[in-house]
């Protein structure tokens, strides 16, 4: 029979501990974040609907994106016991270069508007980690700017062709001077596609103040205060735009771009190629044969065609046709270190994450995007120590398959 007396103070005190209060309001809430999707919700409540939705959304009905995550959930682990896995290496090669992780921060539009330390603040991350990162044509950072703000970096420059081929090639001539290793040709975006939570948000470029805007801004002041009191927010590659990102890229992108335009940037740079947004083998067959030494199997996370193919299922197919002659990358829906893990598995010699690091940055600017790359970090350590993988090396197909 249980004999039971009532707790004296002594004992109680023993098992109280209270965390201490912590005065940093970013550092109170980056340290209740474990998960990338803890950051996404801390990243709702400090940045406007609109600038959340512009991070967080996909086109049309959002099936891609959808998919995608769907494709992650069902991949199923098959690991190997009695391993030493005291010590693991995630550390790989990108492009010839020493990467410490197996993934890259991918190229984002506007990032200013997420956090007033936009690009600067991700590509200092990226060099305290040791990983690439690339700066997008739509950026708010410029191509020099964010060489001089993390010159450590290893940088890469993600190119729209545009209908004016002389900007094309002068940004090409600037990524070059300020030192960027390679450049990322993104090919899925003929046209916009249809983001129907920016059409509903009204979001433009710069932010318009309407009445809805002033009444959500009002419960973000921080946002708008760093909105207002810092550099005016633009694209820095291109001269002025008052408008949506749709109605930008109707403008200045070139629905006219063929293969043959693949090998005409190909002629003009000179340094590592990645084209990124392939979604089919017979596409991945072509541009590798025009001269890529990379590419990203993508749909632009969704953000383009709905319902275009999930890339996480088109990657085994790519790896088995074109790996040996081309790195081969993965990018949409990753969530986590272990679906970084899942796609190595799969053959991708590394992923691109932009979603999870932009939480990070909304949630808490430059340290916030840190938390990000800490959580994942430990997700594909631990990943790969209960796999039993203690390398990149052997994290092999044997180790996954994908249940339907």
């Not at 950072?141 to 010159?151: G, K, R, V």
Request: glycine share 6%; hydrophobic share 45%; aromatic share 6%.
């Amino acid at each position: 029979m249980t004999t039971r007396h009532i707790p004296t103070w002594s004992e109680l005190n023993s098992l109280l501990r209270p965390r201490p209060f912590e005065l940093d309001p970013v550092k109170r809430r980056l340290s209740r974040a474990v998960t990338i999707n803890d950051l996404r919700a801390t990243a709702r409540r400090q940045v406007p609907q609109a600038v959340f939705d512009y991070v967080d959304g996909a086109a049309e009905e959002e099936t891609s994106l959808r998919r995608a995550r769907e494709a992650f959930r069902n991949v199923e682990f098959i690991p190997q016991i009695l391993r030493d896995i005291s010590s693991v290496d995630p550390s790989t090669t990108i492009l010839g270069q020493p990467s410490t992780l197996p993934f890259a921060f991918a190229p984002t539009g506007f990032t200013r508007m997420m956090n007033h330390e936009g690009e600067s603040a991700v590509a200092r991350v990226a060099a305290n980690v040791g990983i690439p990162y690339a700066l997008s044509t739509m950026g708010t950072t410029s191509l020099e700017a964010l060489a001089a703000a993390a010159p450590e970096a290893q940088r890469w420059f993600q190119l729209y062709l545009w209908r004016d081929r002389e900007a094309s090639r002068e940004l090409i001539a600037r990524a070059k001077t300020a030192g960027y290793k390679a450049l990322v040709l993104t090919v899925d975006t003929p046209v916009a596609g249809a983001r129907q939570r920016d059409v509903r948000n009204g979001l433009t470029i710069p932010p318009a103040l309407t009445l809805k805007t002033f009444v959500d801004g009002a419960m973000h002041p921080a946002w708008w205060f760093n909105l207002l009191t810092t550099e005016p927010l633009s694209f820095a590659s291109l001269n002025s735009w008052n408008g949506t990102v749709a109605d930008l890229v109707s403008v200045m992108f070139d629905p006219t771009v063929t293969f043959a335009d693949l090998e005409w940037l190909r002629s003009e740079w000179t340094g590592p190629l990645i084209v990124k947004g392939i979604q089919n083998l017979a596409d991945a067959q072509a541009v590798v044969e025009r001269g890529a030494d990379a590419i990203v199997v993508s749909n632009h996370g969704g953000r383009q065609l709905d319902r275009a193919p999930t890339p996480l299922e088109q990657l085994p197919p790519i790896v088995q046709a074109v790996g040996d002659r081309a790195e081969i990358y993965l990018d949409g829906g990753i969530l986590s270190g272990a679906d970084i893990v899942a796609a190595v598995a799969l053959g991708a010699r590394a992923c691109l994450v932009g979603r999870a690091y932009l939480y990070g940055l909304m949630a808490g600017g430059q340290r916030g995007v840190q938390r990000a790359a800490d959580i994942l970090t430990k997700e594909i350590i631990r990943t790969m120590q209960l796999l039993g993988a203690k390398s990149i090396a052997e994290i092999t197909p044997d180790r996954i398959r994908l249940r339907d």
